[in-house]
């Protein structure tokens, strides 16, 4: 058995830079001839993604033990690595082959791919540990066969350690991703970009533009005297400034809003309803791209407001409507018919339809002050 070890190791090593491989250039849908077949199997994508993971985990946790602990076991270790590479390793790459754009939007199979990539990447790591380990060990082995087997080192004990946690943090992550799915993925995607628009208001409420010139003025001492006449215009500019960042406040709050009302109402507790919907994975993949670009163009127009540029936050702000109203607009209707998309014919409709409505009248009524200060300057 001893003599397969170095097979079999090297086995898994290339098995793994082809899996890299694989997984760097996927295909982005399933093979059309493979029929019903493909449907199932990417049904169960998920389910056999989180499993492999946690049998990776589970082997590698083997693997780190047989390792360390003296005396080294060929045999043991190459059963151990030929589960990963008959099993183990193929199941997780397929699974994640199986996350496809069509079924599962971009952003998910995006994810999915980084994660298992990074989780062979940590995996590798480990088993040229462990080869390093057998190698010291056999040469030592070979120098003098009588001597007994000495223990590792602290330190290689601990990089051992080290690896193998570095392994389980990204088994958990697969497992994590893949037990929430897409639609908690969405969700916890459509929360970080809710606390970055949340930010970017409260700095704004907190932004005091009269403050900046009595900065400068500490500066300037004496030659504030000078430029008297100028106070005038100064205060004008800051009326100019505090009436703007009222307005961009005002404008702000409802957009805020979308983030949880849609978390609450279309996203949590909605289970896989989203992808069997018709349309569902379109619909999502659009409320993902209209809800990442708000906090981009909200980080524009305080920036804009901060150079005292009301009209370019201005067309920021109107950029912003656009994004917000398109999310809101993507998942109007209930999941459950239309697959999330506003279809007044079929007058289906909850309280987030309802609310979407007297959304969009809000932010047309808000959006008359930015239109008349914009067309002002």
């Known amino acids: 058995m001893a003599q397969k070890f170095p097979v079999t190791i090297s086995t898994t090593l290339t098995l793994l830079d082809q899996f890299q491989a694989t997984l760097a250039t996927p295909t982005t849908s399933a093979p059309q001839d493979a029929g019903a077949d493909v449907d199932a199997n990417s049904n169960n994508a998920l389910p056999l993604l989180a499993n492999s993971a946690a049998s990776l985990k589970a082997q590698v946790t083997k693997l780190s033990l047989l390792a360390i602990t003296s005396p080294f076991t060929h045999s043991a270790v190459t059963t151990v690595l030929r589960a990963c590479n008959e099993t183990v390793l193929p199941s997780l790459v397929t699974a994640a082959l199986l996350v496809t754009p069509a079924e599962y939007t971009k952003a998910f199979h995006s994810e999915v791919l980084v994660l298992v990539r990074t989780t062979l990447t940590e995996f590798a790591t480990l088993v040229k540990s462990v080869k390093e380990i ?4 056999d040469a030592a082995k070979t120098a003098d066969p009588k001597k007994k087997e000495e223990d590792l080192t602290q330190t290689a004990k601990n990089a051992v350690t080290v690896a193998v946690g570095r392994v389980w943090d990204a ?21 970080q970009w809710r606390d970055l628009v949340k930010d970017a208001v409260e700095e704004l409420e907190e932004w005091d533009p009269e403050g900046d010139d009595d900065f400068f003025d500490d500066l300037m001492g004496e030659e504030k005297e000078d430029l008297s006449d100028d106070e005038g ?4 500019e800051n009326a100019a400034l505090q009436e703007q960042k009222k307005s961009t406040l005002r404008f702000l709050k409802p957009v805020a809003q979308v983030y949880p009302v849609i978390v609450t109402n279309r996203l949590k507790n909605a289970g896989d309803l989203p992808l069997c919907a018709p349309g569902g994975v379109a619909k999502l993949e659009s409320l993902m791209i209209h809800l990442q670009n708000v906090p981009e163009q909200v980080d524009e127009v305080v920036g804009a407001l901060y150079e005292s540029n009301w009209v370019k936050a201005a067309e920021h702000l109107k950029k912003i409507q656009k994004h917000a109203t398109q999310a809101v607009n993507s998942v109007a209707a209930p999941w459950s018919v239309g697959g999330g998309a506003r279809d007044d014919s079929t007058g289906s409709s909850d309280k987030f ?22 067309g002002s300057d």
């Open 171 to 191: 088994c958990d992550e697969v497992c994590e991703v893949a037990n929430k799915g897409v639609v908690g993925f969405v969700m916890r995607r459509v929360e």
């Open 353 to 374: 339809t309802v609310w979407s409505k007297t959304w969009s009248k809000v932010m047309e009524e808000v959006s008359k002050s930015i239109d008349a200060v914009a």
């Open 233 to 236: 215009d100064e205060e004008d």
């Open 134 to 137: 057998a190698g010291h060990k």
